[in-house]
Nanobody, 129 residues
């Protein structure tokens, strides 16, 4: 499975960005997905996760109410996840990574980076004050 993330950039405080993550490759199981972020010198931080079915989501307290994770499971865009980020603040500045977890549990979400099997290359989000 390969992940391709896109959508990062520079935005002013209060602005919005939408990140995308497309997972390619054939799997015999479903794919749960998540977003993490990391500042230099810090540990990778959980941001949001979505189940294989798309019916379950979970957010870090720091982004709850501002970020929305979703996914498109249509045949031609299968396993594409999105992170809509609104009301961005300077403390949201980081490299954002998408991750994929192979699973047979359609409703499960995964919060630890150690639970994920595949990672995208990261996309920089910079929020200026």
């Amino acid at each position: 499975v390969q992940l391709q993330a896109s959508g990062g950039g520079l935005v002013q405080a209060g602005g919005s960005l939408r990140l995308s993550c497309a997972a390619s490759g054939r799997t015999s199981s479903g794919v749960a997905m998540g977003w993490f972020r990391q500042d230099p010198g810090k540990e990778r931080e959980f941001v949001a996760a979505i189940s294989w079915s798309g019916y379950s989501t979970y957010y870090a307290d720091s982004v709850k109410g501002r970020f929305t994770i979703s996914r498109d499971n249509a045949k031609n865009t299968k396993n594409t996840a999105y992170l809509q980020m609104n009301s961005l603040q300077p403390e949201d500045t980081a490299v954002y990574y998408c991750a994929a977890k192979l699973t047979y549990y359609s409703g499960s979400v995964y919060l630890s980076p150690f639970e994920y099997d595949y990672w995208g290359q990261g996309t920089q989000v910079t929020v200026s004050s």
